[in-house]
């Protein structure tokens, strides 16, 4: 279903109307598509306009230092589903692990698209690119990641950075960094990059945002980290089902306690839904079954920058991240000597002083005083 | 031991009765939209994958719109579904891809969810083809 | 600096940095009091001072009747915003969390909407504080740059963690890490300010207590 | 050590102990010990705020007994105890306050803010920033044996008109009695009734006491002053003179002061125990009645109040006594408002009595007691220390009331069964 499409340069309405699919048909696409890019079901007359000449885009996928997690998130569900629909809809003309062509062919394939679809083409970009030592930590064909990127970019209309890596540098850019990881927004400057941030994300946002530039032709409003607004505007805990139980202050405090069976919040045990942006809560995952806080887990807080480094998982996002008890008892200890030392000091000034004492007599207490 | 494997654990079902309710502030939003219906004209779609839904809030949430007097079946791109809830006015729009599943599910507060309706381009190229058949009838039944 | 970068510097060396000067600040200003020590009182006593001393730990908190009467705003005002203050700072679950995970303590906390409800009535009691210091008379003759500043600090907090967990404002992140910056300051400035009385006033109710009592007089 | 600032700041620095640095660490500036201090109340003048009182004491207490503050007056950021401070604060550390203690009785974080002018006093007067009636007042104490000039010759008068009045032998220095009774020199000069109730009430009870020809001065104006050495030295004449009679007790008269200074600051002064134990005369009274020994007729049926000595009820711990003697005379006494260890000062403690200069504003601060009193509407009013009662009479006067001020003691003895 992935393979590379032959460009026929219909618009997607036209290409619809070819297969026999009715306007009634075109409208239900345009209306899950609303759906898919999290966008306002009034939307879909615009979506259906601009939908109406919108070109199938030439997509460039790389995947760099990655576990392949993001590729497996978009590609494994179960059955075939909303995803394949927009996916069907752009021409995926380079994805190492996806295409058939391999060694210099896939290479060429790659260097084709950007050829012929220069200034226009998409790229999308899975894992951290690491650029220590010229970046010869990860290669493909003999190029590095680094190198690779850079060329591609160069003449393409936007990029996506998919997964929580190639957004903002994931585990690769987790202490200590060893390979001098990057994100992808951290090396292009010159180009709009989108980050749909996850560890994976979700499948359904990926395919929405690639929705938004088949639509729209051009990516999604986005927020401070890059984000579309429309997927990362609100945080787990704004849309947690479980939230009613955290206003309430009944809250889990083990796996396997009362709290946890009868789905209380998950916030003593460690939940990063507060402070993380994301959709879980409402696009859900396969197939909109459930998400890991429905699961009975606390969110660990993926889709946001240093996540790996923002203390253990099951600490609540309350407490300190170091080791705070020492440096307390490090810092009374060191107090108390430090003012046993200066209250000492200050007997000895008082000892002075009453060495010094002046005596108070009747002479003090006469007229010229 | 892995406590998942461990019999005398017995996990509940997660209760939803008195402690959740995400499907009460829906329903007031659909009368509401009801309202808007009926003095502005105004049609109203929420797309339920939008709602912060925990376990079968959706359930509740269709238990408690019921079923209506209408139910249509759509195929194009897969089957979609349209159903009256019990009460008018207030529908229930699923669509599902070729495979069966279920990619997009919405209420839509309206007289007549606009699927419904024959669309202009449709009947355009239906004319059409009903002229084309005509003739291929007189053509063939002369 | 991104909201997630802030809020990882004020939970991780931020937050090292503020309970070092804490406790380095505390131990000193008190085992410096101790040291200085005081002088054995020769006087015969009329009776041992510790039961008086002990009592007056405690009793001190109920004002006398011809203070209630004579100031009832500071005493009342006085009363919320203390008993506002811990109850937020003890018995809210985040930060039972903290202090869990600090001293390996925990306890169990209030629902969320009575805590939030007490933040209110404490920030507004801590209002009537301030207008109270600054119009009357004795309290304006009093206050200094030092009496504002400790307002100031305890105030922020209270502010910015309904603020945080109203969700308002700025985004989550950057208004928890706000609000943990807050609490830093506050650990910060304690040892150097009046905010001190938070562990002296046990030590001076004592000596006083004592004093007292040793006398004949429960103070 | 030469200048004024330089001394008081070296005596500032001998009196600082742990509990003053505990309260100055305390101290919120709540404001609350302004309204427990009738000097406030009565101007509402917010200098007169107790805690203010004590700003000398507390820049040394900052710059030279905390870590912080040592460290920032290295940088010049601590203030200093200067001649203008001393001059600008003996206003309102001699004339603006009594060192009554009812501020440390209300103070939230419980400073002992009494405490604390008393140890400021010694800085004060180690400057010489004391004023003149108080140092003139403390000079012949030192000088001539009593702050009112009484000598010897002036007590043996009065001595003879008690025991012609009596008819009874007042006893002077009587080796091996039990009680040595001590006297105010105000009693001597203004309330010989006082030596006469003595006499009658010890004669009835069988209590074997003296006086004593080199100790019978009970005030101390070094305390009042805030000089430890004076203070010192006046109680050391009560210890030789006890000590040269071998007296079991030492019996403080109806003289706040008095009391505090020999009964709790004395040994401590002097930097020893006594040999002897020192008793208010109240409290001795109220041992004789619950040993029986205290017999009376006939019971006042007016009207009559207590008015507390602060010295001997709130900082001395003679509250029940007074009131248990009271009841045995009286069948009307009634209890002022804040009666017992909040009762209001009559404002002349302290040495602000002997301060002239401190005489409008010690007048004016009467009206508390004056209120207090008109609340009440008595005629009468009973106390226990001459000074109080003295300074009562004077306010009195001055506002034009019909109260009566009577010793407690003499009351008693008025009502002795024969």
Redesign the interface.
């Known amino acids: 279903m992935l393979q590379p499409w032959n460009k026929n340069g219909l618009t997607v309405a036209e290409r619809l109307q070819a297969e026999g699919i009715s306007r009634r048909g075109f409208l239900k696409f345009c209306a899950t598509t609303a759906s898919m890019m999290a966008l306002s079901p009034s939307m879909v007359p615009a979506i259906a306009r601009a939908l109406e000449n919108a070109k199938r885009p030439s997509v460039i996928w790389l995947s760099f230092q990655e576990c392949t997690g993001c590729t497996e998130s978009l590609t494994r569900s179960h059955s075939p589903n909303l995803e394949t629909l927009i996916l069907e809809q752009v021409s995926l003309d380079y994805h190492h692990t996806l295409q058939v062509a391999s060694g210099e062919a896939a290479e060429e394939a790659r260097e084709a698209a950007m050829k012929e679809n220069n200034g226009r083409y998409l790229v999308v970009v899975d894992g951290s690119i690491p650029v220590d030592n010229g970046g010869v930590y990860s290669t493909i064909a003999g190029i590095t990641n680094l190198e690779m990127l850079r060329e591609t970019a160069e003449g393409a209309a936007a990029i996506i950075a998919v997964g929580t890596c190639a957004a903002f540098g994931g585990i690769g850019y987790a202490k200590p960094n060893p390979t001098g990881a990057m994100p992808v927004s951290a090396i292009i400057s010159d180009k709009p990059v989108i980050n749909v941030s996850g560890c994976p994300p979700i499948p359904t946002v990926i395919s929405g945002v690639l929705a938004h530039f088949l639509t729209f032709d051009k990516l999604p409003e986005v927020d401070d980290l890059g984000r579309p607004i429309t997927f990362f505007g609100q945080s787990i805990h704004d849309r947690c089902y479980r939230r009613p139980f955290y206003d309430r202050g009944l809250f889990a405090e083990s796996f396997d306690d009362e709290g946890a069976k009868k789905g209380w919040c998950l916030y003593r045990l460690g939940c990063k839904g507060p402070a993380t942006y994301n959709a879980c809560a409402t696009t859900k995952w396969n197939e909109g079954t459930s998400f890991p806080i429905e699961a009975g887990h606390p969110c660990l807080g993926c889709s946001e920058p240093d996540f790996w480094d923002m203390g253990g998982f099951y600490q609540p996002l309350s407490t300190p991240t170091g080791d705070v008890t020492r440096t307390l008892v490090y810092g009374v200890v060191a107090g108390a000597l430090?003012?046993a030392a200066?209250g000492s000091m200050?007997r000895t000034?008082?000892i002075k002083?009453?060495k010094?004492?002046?005596?108070?007599?009747?002479d003090?207490?006469?007229?010229s005083? | 031991m892995n406590p998942a494997m461990d019999d005398s654990i017995e996990i509940e079902p997660t209760p939803c009765a008195k402690d959740r309710g995400n499907d009460l502030p829906v329903l007031n939003e659909i009368l509401h939209a009801l309202n808007e219906l009926l003095t502005h004209d105004r049609q109203t779609v929420i797309d339920i994958k939008s709602l912060p839904f925990g376990p079968v809030d959706e359930e509740r949430l269709s238990i408690a719109l019921g079923q209506g007097e209408v139910a249509a079946t759509i195929h194009t791109l897969g089957e979609s579904r349209v159903t009256e809830t019990a009460y008018a006015g207030i529908w229930w729009v699923e669509h599902r891809n070729e495979q069966g599943a279920v990619i997009a599910k919405f209420i839509e507060v309206t007289y007549m969810p606009d699927i419904l309706k024959a669309q202009h381009e449709d009947v355009i190229v239906a004319r059409q083809k009903l002229k084309d058949a005509l003739e291929t009838i007189k053509l063939n039944g002369a | 600096m991104t909201p997630v970068e802030f809020l990882a510097w004020v939970r991780g060396p931020m937050f090292q940095i503020a309970v070092a000067i804490f406790a380095l600040?505390v131990a000193?200003?008190i085992v410096?009091?101790?040291v200085?020590?005081?002088?054995q009182?020769?006087?015969?006593p009329?009776r041992d001072g510790v039961v008086p001393g002990i009592k007056?730990?405690f009793g001190?908190?109920i004002?006398?009747t011809?203070?209630f009467k004579?100031?009832p705003l500071?005493?009342v005002a006085?009363y919320i915003f203390h008993i506002g203050l811990f109850t937020t700072i003890l018995f809210f679950v985040p930060h039972i969390e903290l202090f869990h995970s600090v001293l390996g303590l925990q306890w169990p906390g209030l629902p969320t909407p009575f805590i939030d409800a007490v933040t209110v009535v404490t920030i507004f009691a801590m209002v009537v504080i301030l207008i109270n210091r600054l119009r009357?008379?004795?309290?304006?003759?009093?206050?200094?740059f030092e009496?504002y500043l400790?307002w100031l600090v305890t105030l922020l907090p209270l502010l910015t963690g309904y603020l945080a967990f109203h969700r308002m404002l700025f985004p989550y992140q950057t208004m928890l890490g706000i609000h943990i910056l807050s609490v830093e300051i506050l650990l910060i400035v304690f040892?150097?300010t009046?905010l001190?009385?938070f562990f002296?006033?046990f030590?001076?109710?004592?000596?006083?207590?004592s004093?007292?009592g040793r006398?004949?007089?429960?103070? | 050590?030469s200048t004024p600032a330089e001394?008081a700041t070296?005596?500032f620095?001998?009196q600082?102990?742990?509990?003053i640095?505990?309260?100055l660490?305390?101290?919120?500036?709540?404001?609350?010990c302004?309204?427990?201090c009738l000097f406030?109340?009565e101007t509402?003048d917010?200098?007169y705020?107790p805690?203010?009182k004590v700003e000398p004491l507390r820049r040394v207490w900052k710059s030279?007994?905390?870590?912080?503050g040592?460290l920032a007056s290295k940088f010049g950021l601590t203030k200093s105890v200067t001649d203008e401070l001393l001059k600008e604060w003996e206003l309102l550390i001699y004339d603006a306050c009594t060192l009554c203690g009812r501020c440390?009785?209300?103070?939230?974080?419980?400073?002992?803010i009494a405490?604390m002018i008393r140890k400021t006093r010694e800085g004060m007067?180690?400057a010489?920033y004391a004023p003149?009636g108080l140092?003139?007042a403390?000079?012949r104490a030192?000088?001539v044996g009593s702050p009112m000039g009484v000598k010897l010759p002036a007590l043996k008068a009065q001595i003879k008109h008690v025991e012609k009045d009596t008819g009874l032998k007042v006893p002077l220095d009587v080796e091996g009695a039990d009680y040595m009774a001590l006297l105010s020199s105000m009693e001597i000069m203004n309330f010989p009734e006082y030596i006469e109730a003595l006499t009658r009430l010890f004669d009835k009870a069988g209590v074997s006491w003296t006086l004593c020809s080199e100790a019978f001065e009970a005030t101390n104006s070094g305390m009042q002053?805030g000089?430890s050495?004076?203070e010192g030295e006046l109680i050391q004449r009560i210890v030789d003179g006890a000590e040269k009679l071998k007296v079991k007790y030492v019996i403080s008269p109806e003289c706040g002061h008095a009391y505090y200074a020999l009964?709790?600051?004395?040994?401590?002064v002097i930097?020893?125990?006594?040999p002897f134990?020192?008793v208010h005369i109240l409290e001795l009274l109220d041992q004789l009645r619950a040993q029986g020994k205290l017999k009376v007729e006939g019971k006042l049926d007016q009207k009559l109040t207590f008015h507390d000595p602060c010295q001997i009820?709130?900082?001395?711990?003679?509250?029940d006594e007074p009131r248990r003697l009271l009841n045995m005379v009286s069948s009307n006494f009634v209890e002022m408002e804040?009666a017992g260890?909040?009762n209001w000062c009559c404002g002349g403690g302290g040495g602000v009595s002997a301060n002239e200069r401190a005489e409008p504003l010690k007048l004016t601060v009467f009206n508390r007691k004056k209120s207090q009193l008109e609340k009440l509407g008595v005629n009468t009013m009973v106390t226990a220390c001459a000074n109080c009662r003295i300074n009562l009479e004077e306010g009195i006067e001055h506002t034009n009331m019909d109260v009566e001020v009577v010793g407690l003691a003499e009351t008693l003895a008025e009502h002795l069964a024969d």
């Not at chain 4, 009820?313 to 509250?319: P, S």
Request: aromatic content about 10%.
């Open positions: 430090i003012g200066a200050a000034r008082k002083a009453q010094e004492h002046y005596k108070v007599t009747t003090d207490l006469e007229e005083s | 600040g000193i200003r410096e009091i101790f200085l020590g005081r002088k009182d020769l006087s015969e009329r007056t730990i001190r908190s004002p006398d011809g203070t004579r100031s500071n005493v006085g009357n008379p004795v309290l304006k003759f009093l206050s200094t009496d400790c040892p150097f009046k001190m009385h002296t006033v030590l001076a109710r004592w000596y006083n207590g004093a007292f006398r004949g007089v429960q103070s | 050590m001394r070296n005596a620095k001998e600082i102990d742990g509990p640095a505990s309260y660490s305390s101290c919120v500036h709540c404001g609350m302004a309204h427990a406030y109340t509402e917010p200098r705020t805690i203010n030279e007994y905390t870590f912080f040592k440390s009785m209300v103070c939230p974080v419980g400073n002992d405490y007067i180690a010489g003149r140092k003139d403390t000079y030192v000088t002053i000089s050495d004076i009964r709790w600051e004395g040994p401590n930097g020893k125990k006594y134990e020192v009820v709130r900082k001395g711990g003679v509250v804040d260890v909040m």
